[in-house]
């Protein structure tokens, strides 16, 4: 058995575990719209928040659906080749790996 189902055996349990998810996801959600004015990958965390509160709540979840399929609208606009997406994110990943590696050297 894990924690979520353990917890959500009773009706207090049930109402517990909701307000757990709606606060974290809900302080999660509002460091992410900051994060959109401040520096930072406020969307990254603005989402990550809404798929935390899409565990539990059904309006978050038609919200990240929505915010899905915008998002595949937006890069079907784009009509970049999915060889150009991988390459970028290969890219992105080698550049990412050289620069950990980099810093750990001259530490």
């Given at each position: 058995m894990n924690l979520r189902s353990f917890i959500k055996r009773t009706k207090a349990g049930q109402l517990i575990w909701r307000i757990f998810i709606g606060v974290l996801g809900g302080?999660?959600?509002?460091?992410?719209?900051?994060?959109?004015?401040a520096p930072?990958?406020?969307v990254l965390i603005l989402l990550a928040g809404l798929?935390?509160?899409a565990s539990?709540?059904?309006w978050?979840?038609?919200a990240v659906s929505k915010t899905k399929s915008m998002a595949q609208t937006a890069a079907d606009?784009?009509?970049m080749p999915t060889w150009v997406k991988y390459l970028l994110f290969a890219g992105a990943a080698l550049f990412s790996i050289i620069?950990?590696?980099y810093y750990q050297m001259h530490r």
């Open positions: 302080t999660i959600t509002v460091l992410g719209a900051i994060a959109l004015v930072g990958p406020g798929g935390i509160l539990e709540f059904a978050a979840s038609r606009k784009v009509g620069a950990i590696i």
